[in-house]
């Protein structure tokens, strides 16, 4: 979804009030524990990478062609499951539109739309009381647990984050809205990497929003050239968060998580549906416990990143929480 533009007028207010809610406006004005201590989970940490409206076969045309290199990296060192579907099981109770609401809820809380409530971008109906964001599980784990979140489409947080309760995360940024013919990721590269540098995160969760921007403004997939060409620019933004990650002091020391994911396909200048180009996704865990280099063919749906992203940095998953699959790893 395209990131709905606020006012100069309204700006400031909006990401001051933000701050104010999520307990923090940016990475300067609280400061983290030092990079050289092992954190809140002893050296474990994660690192989430959205890319909203990634179609598979786009993803698999750019790293055959050498054209993402810090991609084809993250590849290389983890697993790609490149039998993940958006959109739910189609013959089941979890089935739910792929678009954007419904997509990144399931990734955060571990289930579909018929708990999460959401089956759209409004957002009504939904249940982040009873099915939260799992930062709400690392911050139960351990009340000194450090949690970024960045985000171009500002509803991931402002919906779904905070939705979930107020003070969860010690950094909640919106991204500034691009200026014309800017790339709308920029900021969101600057304030993870600034996190990830200056603070020691514990979970960062990013929301890059160009893939989608460009599907709907040309259309999707890897025979559209400007939307392939975006893919190049964007991982040039993950090469600068993986080199903040491997130049942290203690880097060495750290068992890095890094999983990239999506929310949906898109067909068309559109999505939604349930066709193979909306529902055709990928995601790609690379840390300790997924096997280098694999691609693993076997279907699986957006609801294992949450339990995933929990057990490696060792949170025990309670019965009571009910979510719809068990980790990957």
């Not at 959205?50 to 698999?60: Q, V």
């Amino acid at each position: 979804m395209i990131p709905k533009l606020i006012s100069n007028a309204l700006r400031g207010a909006f990401f001051l009030t933000l701050g104010m809610i999520a307990g923090v406006a940016n990475a300067d004005e609280k400061s983290s524990k030092s990079q050289s201590e092992g954190g809140a989970f002893n050296g474990r940490r994660v690192l989430i990478l959205g890319l909203d409206g990634l179609r598979r076969d786009s993803l698999e045309l750019a790293l055959k062609n050498g054209d993402v290199p810090n991609m084809a990296k993250i590849a290389a060192n983890g697993t790609r499951y490149w039998g993940m579907e958006a959109g739910g099981d189609l013959k089941g109770p979890t089935k739910q539109p792929t678009v954007s609401g419904p997509g990144w809820s399931t990734i955060v809380t571990g289930v579909f739309a018929n708990k999460h409530g959401v089956t759209d971008n409004s957002f009504k109906n939904a249940h982040y009381d009873k099915y939260p964001h799992f930062f709400k599980y690392a911050r139960e784990a351990n009340p000194k647990t450090y949690l970024v979140s960045v985000c171009t489409w500002h509803p991931v947080n402002t919906k779904i984050l905070l939705g979930t309760g107020d003070n969860l995360a010690d950094i909640c940024h919106c991204s500034r809205p691009a200026q014309k013919g800017e790339d709308p990721d920029i900021d969101t590269r600057d304030k993870t990497v600034e996190a990830l540098t200056k603070q020691n995160p514990d979970a960062v969760f990013v929301h890059f929003n160009n893939p989608d921007t460009t599907g709907h403004a040309y259309g999707y997939g890897p025979h559209i050239p400007e939307y392939m060409e975006c893919l190049k620019t964007l991982d040039k933004h993950i090469g600068d968060m993986l080199t903040a990650v491997e130049k942290r002091p203690n880097y060495a020391k750290e068992s890095w998580l890094i999983v990239l994911t999506t929310d949906h396909g898109g067909k068309g200048k559109g999505h939604g549906g349930q066709s193979p180009e909306e529902r055709d996704i990928v995601t790609i865990f690379s840390g300790e416990g997924f096997a280098k280099g694999k691609k693993d063919k076997t279907v699986i749906l957006q609801d294992v990143v949450t339990p995933s992203v929990l057990k490696h940095l060792g949170i025990a998953i309670k019965p009571e929480w009910d979510l719809d699959s068990a980790p990957l790893n």
